[in-house]
Structure formats: structure tokens, C-alpha cells
């Protein structure tokens, strides 16, 4: 069945739904698929969406749809070419390295296992060990590699501490407190363009707890992470492809319905419905949901009824953070050393400390031999509200910013314009929001159960922000996209049906004395 049959099918399931209301609650796939369009609609065609139509597949459920609004699938991991023609390359806008690997025999990133099987082409980055002696300042070349050194100690103490605070069951804090409260908040630019590049990855309210335990589960193989390193994606097929290439080993064409972005989602005791802005509607048993947070939370998407209290705070209690890469392309590379190996202090990146914390803050040149040697491509990266206020500004004055910063670092250098330029606008993109999701230390265990939880045992939710140790991450979409899976399979199969469950009510983590 082809694109437009669905369509025609979804048209003729308009006008039957009515006899679809008197379904039984745990319909087995094969008597709902009479009926309805699919057991199972999967809103989303990134990780999570992916790999949950993989496990309904391995589970011997084959009626679901994946309904995506972009043509493709992958999400967030989304390439782009970038340079002028001769000098072209596939970078990426979303994410680009598998963070923490694996150790020896130990427990893998599942990412890195789908890259190996994929036989993705990847690169070793290191992101603590490449900036070596890469430092500027509104100065120009300023050698401040011993405060980068006791802000990487800063760091592995903030956590030491949030582990301490985790055991004494302590209230959790602001990242940025936990800083001050161990007597590392910065107070030079210089030592704060060190914490950024620590933190500031997700630079919105940041929980101390939570983003301890995040780093931790990934990459402190002491408790179960993968490895300390991290792999950069150089695929000329762009990092998706992994994503895509696994898919097609199952995915049947009528099990996916690109180019169609939902607008509502209607959910009753016997079933849902989805409509989309191009006015298809479909109706299943179940939805798995795997819009970003941050999509959930703008409300781009309309739920029938609204959705209830607790899901509401749970959505509204996180964070959705923007992290921003800017691309230059330069007729040819005028700053960090090219001939040098990552594996030697290749000064692949570059920390700017500007009087403004944040100001384009964080260099990374693809311009090395490991990665794109000559491409004369560098880019700057800009998180939270800065990213927010670029994606207002038109290209050219950021890039005119972008090349006062590099003119402040290169003082003595005559600086050509750049051949190219190029930066995604993920805030204010309606199929994003922002980047990745974060936990603010408001947010509490039962607001991420509820997160995670069933609504009426017909909407399931799963993506990168309901993964409790991996939230942010590529593996955490992985590990959610599966595990949800799974236990809808358990609903879907009747061999034992258990929603995940809420909290009515989030309670204060410690009652306040008052
Ligand atoms: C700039 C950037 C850098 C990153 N760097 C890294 C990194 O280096 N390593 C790492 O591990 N992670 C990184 N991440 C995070 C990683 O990309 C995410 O954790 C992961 O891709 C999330 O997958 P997902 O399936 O949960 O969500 P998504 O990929 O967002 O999938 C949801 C899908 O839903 C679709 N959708 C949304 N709204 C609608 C609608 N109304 N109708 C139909 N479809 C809709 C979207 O198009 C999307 O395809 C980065 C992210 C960004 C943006
Ligand atoms: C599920 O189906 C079984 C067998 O068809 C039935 O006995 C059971 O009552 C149903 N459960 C619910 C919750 O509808
Ligand atoms: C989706 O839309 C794009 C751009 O409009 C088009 O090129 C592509 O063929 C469409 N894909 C499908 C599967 O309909
Ligand atoms: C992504 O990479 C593929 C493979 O190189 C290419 O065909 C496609 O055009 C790229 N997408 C964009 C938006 O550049
Ligand atoms: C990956 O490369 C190996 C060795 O070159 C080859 O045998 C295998 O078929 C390739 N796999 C894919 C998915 O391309
Ligand atoms: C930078 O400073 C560090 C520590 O003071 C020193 O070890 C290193 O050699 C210096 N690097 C350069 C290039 O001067
Ligand atoms: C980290 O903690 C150790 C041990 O308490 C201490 O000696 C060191 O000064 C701390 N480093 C920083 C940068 O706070
Ligand atoms: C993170 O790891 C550090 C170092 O192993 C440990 O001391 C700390 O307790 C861990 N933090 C959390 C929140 O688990
Ligand atoms: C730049 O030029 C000035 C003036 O000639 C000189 O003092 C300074 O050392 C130069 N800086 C670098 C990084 O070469």
C-alpha cells in the first residue's frame, strides 16, 4: 500500500469510526486493525519513535504507523551541506557525537552499537582533552589552562557533592548554587567561560542531582556508564543514516506516513484519534507520543480532552534548552594547528572568554586532519537565552558578531569574510522547540513518572526527556523509545497490561518547617 492509499484508507476510517467506539479497552491487535487504522500511531520519526516500531515489530506487532511532519525520518538528527561548491560537506545541525561509548566488554551506548552496525564513519573527541592550549580572551591568545584545570576539578567536585546530597536525601538546589555553595562560582570571565564549557551545554535552570547522575550514568563506568569519550559523526551520509538504515530493515512503506504534521489528538476510552493540519485524520487504540517536551509545551499540539492536571505539570516542570551551532567556512584555516592528530593535543577546540558570559563562547574546528582536513570549516557554539536572542537577529549581523569575536581573538590576523555561514534556528523550529530537554532541580522524581505516565491508558509518551538517566541524550530516546515500546507490546498482547502509572500529586521533597 502506498502513501496515497493511506491516505484513501484514512479518509474511509473517518467515516467508520463510529462503529469503532464500542472497542473492548485491550482489543488485540488483530480484531482493532478491522476497525481502526492502526493498533498503535507512533507520533514522531526520530530515536524514540524508531525504535519503539522496531520493538512493537520484534513483539510480532506489525499494524502501527509512525506519523512524522518532516520527509524524512531521524528527528533531531538532521545533516546539512555546508561550503561552497568544491568544498562541500555534510556537517550536522543536531547532534553530533556518541557520548560515552563503551569500555572494553562493558555496557555499550546503543548509539554506538547502531553506528558500528551502520558502519557510520566516526572520529575520536575528546571534549575534555582537545581544548589543550586553545585559550582566548577579548585579548586575543591568553594561556589560562590552569583555571580550565581547577574548573574541570570544580566540576567532578559539584558531582561528588550532589552524590553526597542524593545519599542524605538533601533537598536539591541550582546547579550554579551547588558552585557557590562549594566556593567555585567564577568570577572572571575567563574562569567563567571554563564552568560553561563544564555546564553550560544546558545553560536553563540546571538541577545539581539530576545533571550529576546524567554524566554519571554515561560516562562513569563505576556506576554502569559506557566510557569517558566521546565519538564525533564525519558520516558524509549524515549521523541519521543509522537511524534510517535500521528502520528499513523493518519498516514496511505503509507503516510510515511522512509529511504530515498533527495538530490534535482525541482520546477516549476506547481509542484515539489524531488529525492533522492537512485534515487526514487517523484513529488506533494507542498513541505513543514522542514529540520533544518542548513541543508539548508550547501547546503546538491540541489534546481532546486536555490533558490532565499532572501531565500538565510535568510538562510545563522541565526545561527544554537550546544549544546552537554556527557554521563558518574560511577560504582556509588561520587558526588552530591542522596537522596535528586528535590523539596529540590537536587544539581541535577553543574556549573565548568574553566580558559577556556566554558570548560565543565555545570553538571547534572541523578543519583537522581526523575530521575534514582543509575544509576551512570552524564552528562557534551559543546555548539558552543567547541562542534564543540569535535566532531572532537576521544571518547577517550575527555573523557580523561572530566575526568581531574572532577578529578579538586573532588580533594579528587579517581576517577574510567567510565563504559560507550557517546556524539552525531549533527554538523557534515548531517540530522542536529547543534542542534537548534538562532538569530543573524543581523538578522532582514524581513529575518525571508523570512525565513518563499513561494518560487514560490510551496515550503513552516516551522520548529523550522521559529517560530518567539519560534525559538529553540520543541513548536515553534509544532506551525509551524501547522500553515503552515494550510494555504497550504487553497491552496490545494482552499477556499482561501495565500502564505506567502517576502521582496525583507532586509533593514538596521535604515538607517546608512553616
Ligand atoms: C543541536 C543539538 C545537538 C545535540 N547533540 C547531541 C549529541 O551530540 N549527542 C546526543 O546524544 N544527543 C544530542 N542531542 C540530543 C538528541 O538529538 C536527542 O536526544 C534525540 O535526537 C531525541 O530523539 P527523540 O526521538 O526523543 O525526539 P525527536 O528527534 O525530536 O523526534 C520527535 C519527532 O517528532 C516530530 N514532530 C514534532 N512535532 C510534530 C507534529 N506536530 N506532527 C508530526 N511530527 C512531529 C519531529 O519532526 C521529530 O522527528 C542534540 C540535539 C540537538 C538539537
Ligand atoms: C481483556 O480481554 C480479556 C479476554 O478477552 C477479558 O477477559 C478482560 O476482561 C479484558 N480486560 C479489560 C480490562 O478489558
Ligand atoms: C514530502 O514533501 C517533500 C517536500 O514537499 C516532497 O519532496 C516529498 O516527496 C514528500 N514525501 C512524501 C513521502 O510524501
Ligand atoms: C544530508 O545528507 C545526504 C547524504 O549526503 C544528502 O543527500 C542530503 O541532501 C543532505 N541533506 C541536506 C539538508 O543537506
Ligand atoms: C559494513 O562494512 C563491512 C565491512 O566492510 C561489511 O561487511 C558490511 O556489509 C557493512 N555493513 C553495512 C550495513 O554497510
Ligand atoms: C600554558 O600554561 C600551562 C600551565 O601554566 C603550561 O603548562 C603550558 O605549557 C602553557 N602552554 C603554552 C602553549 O604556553
Ligand atoms: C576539589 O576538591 C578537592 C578535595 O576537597 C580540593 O582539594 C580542591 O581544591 C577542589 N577543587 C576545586 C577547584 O574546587
Ligand atoms: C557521580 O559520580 C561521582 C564520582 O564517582 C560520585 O561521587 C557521585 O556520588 C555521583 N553522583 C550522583 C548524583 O550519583
Ligand atoms: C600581535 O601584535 C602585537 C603588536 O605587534 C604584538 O605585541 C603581539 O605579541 C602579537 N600577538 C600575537 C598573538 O602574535
Redesign the pocket.
Known amino acids: 500500500m502506498g502513501f496515497s492509499a493511506i491516505l484513501r484508507h484514512a479518509a474511509l476510517c473517518v467515516l467508520l469510526s463510529a462503529a469503532s467506539i464500542a472497542l473492548p479497552q485491550n482489543s488485540t491487535a488483530a480484531s482493532s486493525s478491522s476497525r481502526k487504522d492502526a493498533a498503535v500511531l507512533i507520533?514522531?520519526?526520530?530515536?524514540?519513535?524508531v525504535i519503539a516500531a522496531r520493538t512493537l515489530y520484534q513483539q510480532g506487532i506489525t499494524n502501527f504507523i509512525i506519523?512524522?511532519?518532516?520527509d524524512e525520518l531521524g528527528?533531531?538528527?538532521q545533516n546539512y551541506t555546508f561550503g561552497v561548491p568544491g568544498k562541500q560537506y555534510t556537517i550536522e545541525?543536531?547532534?553530533?557525537?556518541i557520548?560515552g561509548t563503551q569500555t572494553g566488554d562493558g555496557p555499550a551506548n546503543p548509539?554506538y552499537l547502531l553506528a558500528q552496525k551502520h558502519n557510520l564513519t566516526t572520529a575520536y573527541n575528546d571534549l575534555y582533552g582537545s581544548i589543550c592550549t586553545s585559550f582566548y580572551d577579548y585579548n586575543g591568545y591568553n594561556n589560562y589552562s590552569d583555571v580550565f584545570s581547577d574548573a574541570v576539578d570544580a566540576y567532578t567536585n559539584t558531582t561528588i557533592a550532589a552524590g553526597e546530597r542524593l545519599d542524605q536525601q538533601l533537598v536539591d538546589l541550582n546547579l550554579q548554587t551547588g558552585y557557590a555553595i562549594i566556593g567555585a562560582a567564577s568570577k572572571t570571565p575567563q574562569e567563567a567561560v571554563c564552568t560553561y564549557y563544564q555546564v553550560d551545554w544546558a545553560p536553563e535552570e540546571t538541577s545539581w542531582i539530576a545533571s550529576s547522575w546524567n554524566n554519571n550514568f554515561t560516562y562513569d563506568t563505576d556506576v554502569g556508564g559506557f566510557s569517558d569519550s566521546n565519538d564525533m559523526c564525519i558520516d558524509q551520509r549524515g549521523f541519521k543514516v543509522i537511524i534510517q538504515e535500521e528502520a528499513q530493515e523493518f519498516l514496511e512503506p505503509q507503516q510510515l506516513l511522512l509529511n504530515?504534521?498533527?495538530?490534535k489528538i482525541a482520546y477516549s476510552d476506547t481509542g484515539v484519534t489524531v488529525t492533522t493540519t492537512e485534515g487526514t485524520s487517523l484513529t488506533a487504540d494507542y498513541v505513543l507520543c514522542?514529540?520533544?517536551v518542548g513541543?508539548l509545551q508550547y501547546g503546538?499540539?491540541l489534546f481532546e480532552p486536555t490533558l490532565p492536571s499532572w501531565k500538565i505539570e510535568a510538562i510545563q516542570s522541565t526545561v527544554m534548552a537550546t544549544?546552537?551551532?554556527i557554521f563558518l567556512q574560511f577560504p582556509e584555516n588561520f587558526w588552530f594547528d591542522t596537522q596535528a592528530s586528535i590523539h596529540s593535543c590537536p587544539k581541535s577546540m577553543a574556549l573565548y572568554a568574553d566580558k559577556q558570559r556566554g558570548r560565543y563562547p565555545v570553538w571547534q574546528s572541523l578543519d583537522i586532519v581526523d575530521f575534514f582536513p582543509d575544509s576551512g570549516i570552524v564552528f562557534v557554539t551559543v546555548t539558552g537565552d543567547f541562542s534564543v536572542r540569535i535566532e531572532a537577529l537576521p544571518d547577517e549581523q550575527v555573523q557580523d558578531e561572530v566575526m568581531d569575536v574572532l577578529r578579538a581573538m586573532f588580533p594579528n590576523v587579517t581576517i577574510p569574510e567567510p565563504l559560507d555561514f550557517h546556524f539552525p534556528r531549533?527554538n523557534s523550529n515548531p517540530?522542536?522547540r529547543g534542542?534537548?530537554s534538562n532538569w530543573p532541580a524543581s523538578f522532582v522524581g514524581g513529575h518525571w513518572e508523570n512525565l513518563r505516565a499513561t494518560v487514560a491508558d490510551r496515550l503513552w509518551f516516551a522520548?529523550?526527556a522521559t529517560s530518567l538517566k539519560y534525559f538529553?541524550?540520543?541513548?536515553?530516546?534509544y532506551f525509551e523509545?524501547l522500553d515503552v515500546a515494550q510494555q504497550m507490546a504487553g497491552c496490545i498482547q494482552g499477556s499482561g497490561c501495565a500502564t505506567l502509572q502517576h502521582v496525583q500529586n507532586v509533593m514538596n521533597a521535604q515538607p517546608y518547617p512553616i
Do not use: C
Request: proline share 2%; aromatic share 14%.
Open positions: 507520533l514522531g520519526g526520530g530515536v524514540a519513535g506519523v512524522e511532519a518532516r528527528g533531531r538528527m545541525l543536531g547532534p553530533n557525537w557520548q548509539i504530515h504534521t498533527i495538530n514522542t514529540f520533544s513541543v503546538d499540539v544549544y546552537t551551532k531549533w517540530l522542536f534542542s534537548y522520548g529523550e538529553g541524550f540520543l541513548h536515553g530516546a523509545g
